[in-house]
C-alpha cells in the first residue's frame, strides 16, 4: 500500500464543502485523551459555542459522533416509541428519510407529501396535527436534495399550539440562513458538519429542549439504539461535575480530531461574523443565480423559496446532464452534484456553502458549465453569465 493522496478538487455539490486550510490544519493536531482535562475544556466551548450558532441558550447542545443522518435518527429514536402519531413533511429525499425512521422507531406515521421543489404547506401540516394527538411534527428547513426552503418558525409554532413536539433537520441551514430555535421555540434541532460549517463530514451538532429531555426521560421503554440514547451520551457530555447528567462517565470514545476540525470551523464562522457569513451566502447565491439566468438557463425552485447555499438548476433539453458533471470535474476539478429521487436527471444541485461561497467559487461554476454546455452544442453565452454574476457582486469584470 501507499498513502492516499486525493486529488485536489474545488466541492460545490450537495455537501462536503471546501474545507478551509486552518480546520484541515486543526485535526492534523495531536490526539489526546477523551477524558483529559484540556479535552473536557474543548468540549465545554464546543457546548457553548453550538447554543451561540443554534440560538438555543436553553437547549442542550451536543455534537453527535457521526454525520447529519445521526441527528436525524437520535430525534427520532429519542423521542417516539411504539404507538406515537408522527407527522412528517415529505417535500424530498430527507423528509422521506424522516418517514422511513419514525416507522423504525416503532410511531404511527403520517406524512404530508409536496412535489419535489415545493416549501412544506403549513396548512396542510396543520390539518394533519388537527386530526389526532401527536407526539411529534417532523420537517426539513432546508431539502438538499430539491433547494427549497421551509417556514421553520410557523410549523414550530403550529406544533406547540397541538401539543406536538417540533423536530427540524438544519443540516444543510445552520449557518447559511438564519437558524433561530430560541425564536422557532424548536424542541430538537440538528445539523451536520460538512454543509455550510466546512468542516468534514462526521459530526452531527443536535440540539434538545427541556419539554424534549422531559419527554425523554419520561419514556415508558428504553430507546432502542444505545449509541445515540441521550440521557446515555449526556453521561458523557452532560458535565464535570455531575450537573448534566453524569460527571463524564465513559461512553464511548470521542472523535477527537474531528471536533478539534469542528471547534476551529465555529472559530471561523464567530471570528466572521454569524450574521455576516448569512449575508455573504446570500450574495453569492445571488451573483450565480444572475449568471445562470443570463446564460440562459432556469431554477427549478420559485425565488422566494430558494435556498442560498443548494442552487437546483434545470437541465435543458437534449443534454446529458452526467456528461456536464463529468466535464466539469475532468477538465476544472470542480465537483457539482446531481438530481437524486424524483430530480433525477433533471437537475444540477449546485452548493455555495461555507468555504465554497467565495465570489471565486460563483465564476469558476459558471465559467465551466457554460464551456460544458457549450461542448455539447448548446449556444450559451458564457461572457454574458459572467459579466452578470460580476454586476451582482458590485465588480467590474476583466477589461
Ligand atoms: C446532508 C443532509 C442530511 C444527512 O447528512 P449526512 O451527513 O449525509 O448524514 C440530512 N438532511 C439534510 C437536509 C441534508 O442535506
Redesign the pocket.
Known amino acids: 500500500m501507499q498513502s492516499f493522496q486525493p486529488p485536489h478538487r474545488i466541492l460545490m455539490g450537495?455537501?462536503p464543502s471546501d474545507v478551509s486550510p486552518r480546520v484541515l490544519a486543526a485535526l492534523a493536531r495531536p490526539t489526546i485523551g477523551h477524558l483529559d482535562p484540556a479535552f473536557q475544556d474543548l468540549m465545554e466551548e464546543i457546548k457553548a459555542a453550538l447554543q451561540r450558532l443554534f440560538n438555543a441558550p436553553d437547549h442542550a447542545c451536543v455534537p453527535l459522533p457521526a454525520?447529519?443522518?445521526a441527528g436525524?435518527e437520535a430525534a427520532m429514536m429519542n423521542l417516539l416509541e411504539p404507538g406515537d402519531r408522527c407527522v412528517v413533511a415529505v417535500n424530498g429525499a430527507?423528509g422521506g428519510r424522516m418517514a422511513d425512521m419514525a416507522g423504525r422507531a416503532g410511531a404511527t406515521v403520517v406524512t404530508v407529501d409536496h412535489d419535489w421543489g415545493q416549501a412544506v404547506d403549513v396548512a396542510r401540516c396543520e390539518a394533519a396535527l388537527a386530526e389526532a394527538p401527536t407526539k411529534v411534527l417532523a420537517f426539513?428547513h432546508?431539502?438538499?436534495s430539491t433547494g427549497a426552503k421551509s417556514d421553520a418558525a410557523s410549523l414550530c409554532g403550529i406544533a406547540r399550539k397541538h401539543g406536538a413536539l417540533s423536530v427540524v433537520?438544519c443540516?444543510?441551514s445552520l449557518g447559511g440562513i438564519v437558524v433561530d430555535v430560541a425564536g422557532w421555540d424548536a424542541d430538537v434541532v440538528y445539523s451536520?458538519t460538512?454543509?455550510c460549517l466546512s468542516a468534514p463530514?462526521g459530526l452531527s451538532p443536535i440540539a434538545l429542549s427541556k419539554r424534549a429531555q422531559a419527554a425523554i426521560s419520561g419514556r415508558k421503554e428504553k430507546v432502542r439504539n444505545w449509541l445515540l440514547d441521550f440521557n446515555l451520551l449526556m453521561s458523557y457530555w452532560g458535565g464535570p461535575d455531575g450537573s448534566g447528567g453524569g460527571g463524564r462517565t465513559y461512553h464511548h470514545t470521542a472523535p477527537i480530531n474531528a471536533l478539534y476540525g469542528l471547534h476551529e470551523s465555529l472559530v471561523a464562522i464567530f471570528e466572521e461574523g454569524q450574521q455576516a457569513a448569512i449575508v455573504r451566502h446570500a450574495r453569492m447565491h445571488e451573483a450565480l443565480v444572475a449568471g445562470i439566468e443570463a446564460a440562459g438557463l432556469s431554477m427549478l425552485v420559485a425565488a422566494k423559496d430558494r435556498l442560498p447555499q443548494l442552487n437546483t438548476v434545470i437541465v435543458p433539453d437534449g443534454i446529458d446532464e452526467a456528461a456536464v458533471r463529468a466535464h466539469a470535474l475532468k477538465a476544472w476539478d470542480l465537483e457539482i452534484g446531481a438530481g437524486i429521487g424524483a430530480l433525477k436527471g433533471r437537475v444540477w444541485r449546485i452548493g455555495l456553502m461555507g468555504a465554497s461561497a467565495t465570489p471565486w467559487h460563483v465564476r469558476l461554476c459558471l465559467t465551466a458549465l457554460c464551456e460544458a454546455l457549450a461542448a455539447q452544442g448548446l449556444a450559451v453565452d458564457a461572457k454574458a453569465a459572467l459579466a452578470a454574476a460580476d454586476k451582482q457582486l458590485g465588480k467590474a469584470g476583466p477589461a
Open positions: 450537495p455537501g454525520p447529519g443522518t436525524m430527507f426539513v432546508a431539502e438538499t433537520d443540516v444543510t451536520g460538512q454543509k463530514p
